[in-house]
């Protein structure tokens, strides 16, 4: 069965720094991939994803995630955040042979002035 | 305005009481999805529906059920709930490309005493 990785349970940082929450996904066949972030007390929100293509997706907001079909892994990375991106951040992989979307845990992005 | 409508926002009830919780989505989408979303878990899926009167089981189904009457709404039902239930309910919908983002609603968080 499908599974998706997020190891970090939360990630603390301060304004201005750079971050990388990490998110691995197992699979044999080919999987769509995707980046969902959760604001407080509200549903989630797409914030990027890889189909095919370019192996490097990039965000409105600045995020951006690499697929690296070696290491099964798509990890979410910003060069410096914003306490506005404060949120829990969902990994989530669609085996797009058995079409059934499977998430991660969540990283909650803690960002402190 | 595109959206997902879930209600009630919050809901507060005891064992055994019987509840509904509605899901209303505008954007003509044929998949429709619950998932329940709890600490270090993430989401996991309850029921899914590719489209009218065709629905299956997700993950985590026992003790709801669910109906696709119209194309629109997607009813999540709890028949005898249980405090095992309290959680926080997502319904989600997307297009049938599965490839295209899922649309979420604003949840509806459950405490069943």
């Known amino acids: 069965a499908q599974s998706v990785t997020q190891l970090d349970s939360q990630v603390p940082v301060f304004e201005e720094a750079p971050v990388e929450l990490r998110c691995n996904y197992s699979?044999?066949?080919?999987?769509?991939l995707f980046w969902y972030v959760q604001y407080p007390n509200q549903g989630l929100q797409l914030l990027l994803k890889?189909?095919?293509?370019?192996?490097l997706v990039e965000s409105i907001n600045g995020f951006e995630a690499e697929f690296n079909k070696s290491q099964t892994s798509f990890h979410l990375r910003k060069p410096s955040v914003h306490i506005s991106d404060t949120a829990e951040y969902f990994c989530?992989?669609?085996?797009?042979?058995?079409?059934?979307?499977?998430f991660g845990t969540g990283t909650r992005l803690l960002v402190s002035p | 305005e595109a959206q997902v409508t879930q209600n009630p926002r919050y809901l507060i009830t005891v064992t055994g009481k019987k509840l509904t919780v509605t899901c209303s989505q505008n954007?003509?989408?044929?998949?429709m999805s619950w998932y329940r979303q709890d600490p270090g878990l993430g989401l996991r899926q309850i029921y899914y529906?590719?489209?009218?009167?065709?629905?299956d089981k997700g993950d985590v189904p026992e003790g709801y059920k669910v109906s696709r009457k119209e194309k629109r709404n997607f009813p999540l039902i709890l028949e005898s709930p249980s405090p095992n239930q309290t959680s926080l309910y997502f319904c989600?919908?997307?297009?049938?490309?599965?490839?295209?983002?899922?649309?979420f609603g604003s949840g509806t968080q459950l405490s069943v005493l």
């Open positions: 989600a919908s997307s297009s049938a490309d599965r490839g295209e983002k899922l649309f």
């Open positions: 699979s044999s066949v080919s999987v769509y």
């Open positions: 890889y189909l095919s293509g370019s192996t």
């Open positions: 989530a992989a669609l085996n797009t042979g058995f079409q059934k979307l499977v």
């Open positions: 954007m003509n989408h044929e998949y």
């Open positions: 529906s590719m489209n009218v009167e065709v629905t």
